[in-house]
């Protein structure tokens, strides 16, 4: 496989199963999970209870889960045997899988659309990724990228017309825009930074992103179009960027020697606090619709859990606790 730079190998690998079906389908978490086999897709009711494995023994998953925005099915990457990456929908319920993609590519990095009318991916051609877009049923599979540069990391627009993408084509590490048809392809970042890891904010007026600076990331933000960008950390290492739902606040993770801290930080810049501040690493931030709970991924008893704790700071709550590894809780919308 081809090598990749920085920002796309710090979140390629930021990578008791109950017999009972969930009751309900509000407040839950969907996760990657190590657990009964091949790693796959968990499910949990957001207190921890419930909690299931969604995929069977013949796959094993790749990376973060992906909700349908209406919550009812998870987009997921994975392989099976003797086969390469592909793209999966699954029911939340687990009664129903389809495979999206079936082809000689390895598919990683799904990201549904606001309006569910698409998932994004991101597809190794010809020793190249490419930004693909595809509908959940598996037809009108488009190339929004089409270079012989790395494009990776899909992220919608909450308007769902266009997708920002991280890019090498012009020989750095650049952040891209595109039309959902294809059309109207902007580099917004034009630096010699290498950045990458492109989130927009709720109302789709910014861009929050990270931007490599003497080999440190830093959590940038910038309008939609590119224009007014602004240095929100210095030397923190932000990665793992997360906007909170009223586009008021950022979690990001940052690491220093080894450690991993979840942190919070306002979008003028100001108010930056450790969230989770213990020695273990701690990553995977995911907001709670309401904006009040983060749910994340810490080592700190020993071993791979996922846990919740209020955006203050407070109610820690350790929601798993199985040998096999867990991580990458997705908030289900």
Known sequence: MKT???PVLLVFFTI???????????GMIAFYCGREGPAGVCLMNSDGSNQMKLTDGSLEVVGAPSWSPNGSSIAFAAVSVGKQADIYVL????????????DEHDDAYPAWSPDGRHIAFSSLI???FETIIIRPDGTDRLNLSQSPGTDILPAWSPDSTRVAFYSTRDGNGEIYVVNVDGSG????TNSPADDGQPVWSPD??????????ENVPDLHIMKADGSGKKSLTSGTAAEAIAWSPDGRLIAFVASDQGDSEVYLIDVDGSSQTNLTDNPEVDLSPSWSPDGDVIALMSRRD????IYRVNVDGTGLVRLTNDPGEDGIPVWQP
């Open 126 to 128: 010809d020793d190249d």
């Open 185 to 188: 392809l902007i580099n917004l």
């Open 91 to 102: 029911r939340a319920d687990g009664s129903k899988s389809m495979r999206l993609t079936d």
């Open 16 to 26: 008791l199963a109950s017999s009972c079906r969930p009751d309900h389908l509000e």
């Open 302 to 305: 020993g071993n791979a859990e």
């Open 4 to 6: 990749v730079s920085a």
């Open 204 to 213: 789709g007026s910014q861009i929050a992103f990270s931007a490599f600076i």
